[in-house]
Each structure stands twice: as structure tokens, then as C-alpha cells.
């Protein structure tokens, strides 16, 4: 019922910075949040940051002060822009939304983009 699109990623230098985002659009009443993930090869995927419909926003403490996220509830997009990149910022980073959907989870049901790849070079 919802297709999350990612863009923004690529290959970029250590202490610049990158703009990820993401549109949801399909069959859903509201999106009640939207973040992004990190998935590294190896390892457990990571939550990265994510904004609720409200305007609540959480961040990882491995981003946490470089890192900004917002949400814009009219165009259904997520937009998080991460300053100071480190090489161990790079790794897949994913769309994740929750929606709330006709005869879904009363709580939302959670969605994946494809992912997109951010290298930061050293």
C-alpha cells in the first residue's frame, strides 16, 4: 500500500555533508513516521534517525549533533541532512515509514525503501 523512493545518496569526502529523502506515496490514511536506517554489510541494521507526524525526532548517538530530520506531512517526504561525515557513516541507508492503512495494524505498519548507498571517503 506504500512505496517509499529514496535519493540523495553517493560518494562523499570526510567532513562534508549529505542530503538523503524520501516521498511515500500509495493507499494509506496518514504517515505517522518516517527515518532512516543504516545497513552495513555484517552487521544489524541501525536505526539512524527518524520524525514522527508531530514533529517529535529521535537520532542515534553515533549521529547525534550532526544530524537534522524533518518530516513534511503534505508531501509525505522525510529529508535528514548529516554534517561532519566520518567513513564509518557509510553504509546502505534505508526509508523506513509507519502508516497508518485501510484494515491495517490500529498502531501503523512499517515499510522499506530499496536503500541507498552513502560512501564516505577517508
Known amino acids: 500500500q506504500v512505496r517509499l523512493v529514496e535519493s540523495g545518496g553517493g560518494l562523499v569526502e570526510s567532513g562534508k555533508s549529505v542530503r538523503l529523502s524520501c516521498g511515500a506515496s500509495?493507499?494509506?490514511?496518514?504517515?505517522?513516521?518516517m527515518g532512516w536506517y543504516r545497513q552495513v554489510p555484517g552487521k544489524e541494521r541501525e536505526l539512524i534517525a527518524y520524525?514522527?507526524?508531530?514533529?517529535?525526532?529521535t537520532y542515534a548517538d553515533s549521529v547525534k549533533g550532526r544530524a537534522t530530520i524533518s518530516m513534511d506531512n503534505g508531501k509525505k517526504t522525510v529529508e535528514m541532512v548529516m554534517n561532519s561525515l566520518k567513513p564509518t557513516d557509510t553504509g546502505v541507508y534505508v526509508c523506513?515509514?509507519?502508516?497508518?492503512?485501510?484494515?491495517?495494524?490500529?498502531?501503523?505498519?512499517?515499510?522499506w525503501g530499496q536503500g541507498s548507498q552513502v560512501t564516505v571517503a577517508s
Open positions: 520524525a514522527t507526524r508531530r514533529g517529535a525526532t
Open positions: 500509495g493507499r494509506f490514511f496518514s504517515i505517522e513516521q
Open positions: 523506513n515509514a509507519v502508516a497508518l492503512i485501510p484494515r491495517g495494524k490500529p498502531e501503523g505498519n512499517d515499510y
